[in-house]
């Protein structure tokens, strides 16, 4: 793979359209997670960054709303556009910096492409209603911006969730100070240069780097930003929703999950086993809706694990630019945290059926690398089956009814996703119904679709990304009431 971009070496904040040196001067460091080398210095920002930011966004959300909502779909349509034709060195970028596989990156810059193409075509059709409420009135309504909206993104998916929150906040005419991982900042930083170059006035799409606890915190708490948007872990989705709480702000929050996945004894065990594979490595694990709790009905236990194990055994782990099936994980932090869990799970009785080791041939030891792991014989009440890895670690539980599966796939805290494989349609439907979580898959465990609405039942989240239902998170009504 020949470099088809060059990586600077020190990146500024990108604030009122233009590169701006942190006030502090301060700078951090991020590295490649597939060789540990580093790979830029970026602005450290603080409070009175995030001041700068706020100011140009405010100006930028003037002129942002004096455009027409049919002009503003149609810059949108022109960033899907330019994002189309960077996709190659926007790729590039994404895999060195977050470890992501080649095709993976392509797969998250079409993403964010269709996430803005998707809210261009909605930015002129969000709606009000006409309200029979008086026969001497006329009452209708209006879903207006909230101004300001405040962006706090994590890692695992950078500029697709820059895209995600981001497109649907303009589509509604709001403007934008975004706070990126600081694991992986590159690709959210081009994103807004990219805006602005697509005809997003300037100041309307603002990023502030830096430290969740400044840079993040500052965003939190700015009086100026009038909505806020998290996407991470529920220890910091908690504290930065009591923040808001205080300031009455509303907050969307995408957390984690520990999402179960059902296979029934009539389901196609090959598909099944392909399936619950593929949720598990993708992205090296690192998805918060992945299907780490593999619950099996023990009569096909055994043909199940034996197939899975084949699956796993085709999965490529290696440098994120030589395209494998899976990269490293982001960071030496996420590395240590994942062999952490390992070494819980086999002193809490769970069985390794496969993998468990990270990844050390010559090739790959400066990087992040672990085997995809397979853990068998665990029950619910475990930690590798209760909390959030954010690793290639799956977790078999086995169930013996119906009944069962249901009452074990419900017993935790998150509710973001959950998916079944079985050949009998009723019962697909039937255990949809009773399942706690915001997304369900029946007979594939893919979260596809920039249209389909996203988000958590209990600790997994509050609001809901994508879709048209994203529009009512980022705008706020007004009733009007006329005497006629
Ligand atoms: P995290 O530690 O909660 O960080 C998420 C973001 O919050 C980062 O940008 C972080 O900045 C920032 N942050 C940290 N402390 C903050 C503070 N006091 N005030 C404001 N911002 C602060 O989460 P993570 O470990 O990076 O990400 C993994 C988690 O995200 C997992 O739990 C995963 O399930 C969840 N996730 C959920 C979804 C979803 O759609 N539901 C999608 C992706 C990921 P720094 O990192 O720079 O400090
Ligand atoms: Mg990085």
Request: proline letters at 4%.
């Amino acid at each position: 793979m020949n470099q088809v971009i060059d990586v600077k070496e020190k990146y500024n904040h990108f604030i009122d359209g233009k590169w701006v040196e942190p006030i502090n001067k301060e700078y951090f460091e991020a590295y490649n997670p597939s060789t540990g080398d580093l790979l830029g210095l970026f602005a450290r920002g603080d409070a009175e960054d995030v001041e700068v930011a706020v100011k140009s966004a405010e100006e930028g959300f003037q002129a942002w709303n004096k455009k027409k909502p049919y002009e503003r779909g149609q810059v949108l349509n022109k960033i899907a556009h330019l994002l189309r034709e960077k996709k190659e060195d926007l790729a590039y970028l994404e895999s060195l910096d977050t470890g992501k596989p080649l095709s993976v990156s392509r797969f998250d810059v079409e993403t964010c492409a269709r996430y803005f193409e998707y809210m261009g075509g909605v930015a002129d059709k969000i709606l009000g209603e006409v309200i029979p409420a008086s026969n001497e009135h006329l009452v209708y309504t209006e879903r207006e911006p909230y101004g300001v909206t405040g962006h706090i993104v994590p890692w695992n998916g950078p500029i697709t969730m820059a895209g995600r929150s981001g497109a649907v906040a303009l589509a509604a005419g709001n403007s934008i100070v975004m706070k990126p991982a600081e694991q992986t900042c590159i690709t959210t930083l081009l994103l807004a240069e990219l805006c602005i170059e697509a005809g997003l006035p300037k100041g309307v799409f603002n990023v502030v780097t830096g430290y969740g606890s400044e840079a993040g915190e500052a965003v939190v708490n700015h009086p100026g930003i009038r909505k806020l948007t998290f996407t991470g872990s529920v220890k910091t989705g908690v504290h930065v929703a009591m923040k808001a709480a205080e300031r009455v702000v509303p907050i969307s929050l995408e957390l984690g999950g520990k999402s179960p996945n059902i296979v029934f004894e009539d389901a196609d065990l090959d598909a099944a086993a392909k399936g619950a594979m593929k949720t598990f490595v993708m992205n090296s694990g690192q998805i918060c809706c992945a299907g780490t709790r593999l619950l099996v009905q023990k009569n096909v236990m055994d043909s199940f694990v034996e197939r899975l194990i084949e699956e796993v055994q085709t999965v490529r782990v290696g440098n994120a630019l030589e395209d494998p099936t899976i990269g490293p994980v982001v960071s030496q932090e996420q590395l240590d945290r994942i062999q952490n869990y390992i070494s819980i799970g086999e002193k809490e009785g769970a069985e390794i059926a496969y993998g468990g080791k990270r990844l050390e041939d010559c090739q790959l030891a400066n990087g992040y690398f672990v085997e995809p792991t397979v853990f068998k014989n665990v029950t619910n009440s475990m930690r590798i089956a209760r909390e959030e890895i954010f690793g290639p670690v799956v977790s078999i539980i086995p169930f013996d009814t119906e009944e069962e599966a249901v009452e074990i796939a419900n017993d935790s805290e998150y509710g973001l996703a959950a998916g079944l494989w079985s050949q009998n349609i009723h019962r697909c439907h039937r255990v949809a119904k009773q399942l706690q979580a915001g997304q369900v898959y029946l007979n594939d465990y893919q979260p596809i679709g920039v249209e389909a609405p996203f988000g958590g039942y209990k600790k997994s989240g509050i609001g809901r990304e994508k879709g048209l239902e994203s529009i009512h998170d980022y705008t706020q009504l007004k009733t009007i009431i006329s005497k006629i």
